[in-house]
């Protein structure tokens, strides 16, 4: 929008010239000289335009790319750690904690298995990657197997993964920690009835309580959701989505 609103600008400036001498000298050439400048001024700033947004399209591409890039890195390495651990164990015979790593590997393999199947790409996406943003909140996640968000419509799947990515962010700047200390915040996704329930509590100091349940209040005003304070002395906060899967 403010790409055409300044291609009309340069075009209003530009014309001046030609607009001068045709309300000067009244002839058919000037008139034609008008035409032509304007053509050509709207096909070269429609070039600029164009150009403009293959640049932030591929600006954007890149940003996803190198994000993609980090969470597989980033999954590589806690693969890898896993392994590693589960390698030692069994190398020092530790069978009952060999087993306890690999119910764990497993417990984890089904979370994530479970947020890739969300249906929502936007959600999953900034779910799966968080853990890279190195960022001093933990997100835990909790999602009831019976959870199918792609059979939402694309506004209200849109607006419910905005809504979700914006109360996390709000949470992520509103504790209070000492350096090097992480926070940690459990999201949990369920279906009751006819609504989806997505839980949000916090584990450690969150600063102004208010503050932090006016931001949220504020990212569900008018929408097709409602925000609930589970307990007015704690950070936990539950989000209802009326829906019918």
Same mark, same amino acid.
């Given at each position: 929008m403010k790409s &055409?609103? *300044?291609?009309?600008? /340069?075009?209003?400036? *530009? %014309? %001046?010239i030609p607009l001068y001498f045709v309300i000067l000298d009244k002839s058919l050439i000037w008139g034609i000289v008008l035409v032509l400048w304007v053509a050509a001024v709207l096909a070269g700033g429609f070039v600029v335009i164009t150009r =403009? &947004?293959?640049?932030?399209?591929?600006?954007?591409?890149r940003s996803f790319e190198e994000t993609a890039i980090r969470t597989l890195n980033h999954h590589r390495h806690? &693969? #890898?750690?896993?392994? @590693? /651990?589960l390698y030692g164990y069994i190398q020092l015979g530790k069978i009952d904690k060999a087993v306890q790593c690999v119910d764990r590997i497993k417990e984890r393999m089904n979370q994530e298995s479970k947020i890739s199947k969300l249906g929502i790409p936007s959600l999953v996406f900034y779910l799966q990657s968080f853990r890279t943003s190195n960022s001093n909140l933990e997100l835990e996640i909790?999602?009831?197997? !019976? #959870? @199918?968000l792609e059979k939402l419509s694309p506004q209200d799947g849109a607006e419910l993964a905005a809504v979700i990515m914006q109360t996390? =962010? +709000?949470? @992520?700047?509103s504790g209070k920690i000492s350096w090097g200390d992480t926070r940690k915040l459990l999201l949990s996704l369920r279906q009751d009835g006819q609504?989806?329930? %997505?839980?949000?509590?916090?584990d450690g100091s969150i600063g102004s309580s208010e503050l932090l349940k006016e931001q949220i209040y504020n990212v569900v005003q008018g929408?097709?959701?409602? +925000?609930?304070? /589970? !307990?007015?002395?704690? +950070?936990s906060f539950e989000l209802r989505v009326p829906c019918e899967l």
């Open positions: &055409w609103k *300044t291609l009309l600008a /340069i075009i209003a400036l *530009t %014309v %001046v =403009r &947004w293959e640049k932030q399209e591929q600006a954007l591409l806690d &693969w #890898m750690n896993d392994l @590693q /651990i909790a999602v009831d197997q !019976h #959870m @199918q996390i =962010r +709000a949470y @992520q700047y609504e989806i329930i %997505v839980s949000f509590e916090e929408k097709r959701m409602k +925000a609930e304070q /589970i !307990h007015p002395s704690h +950070a």
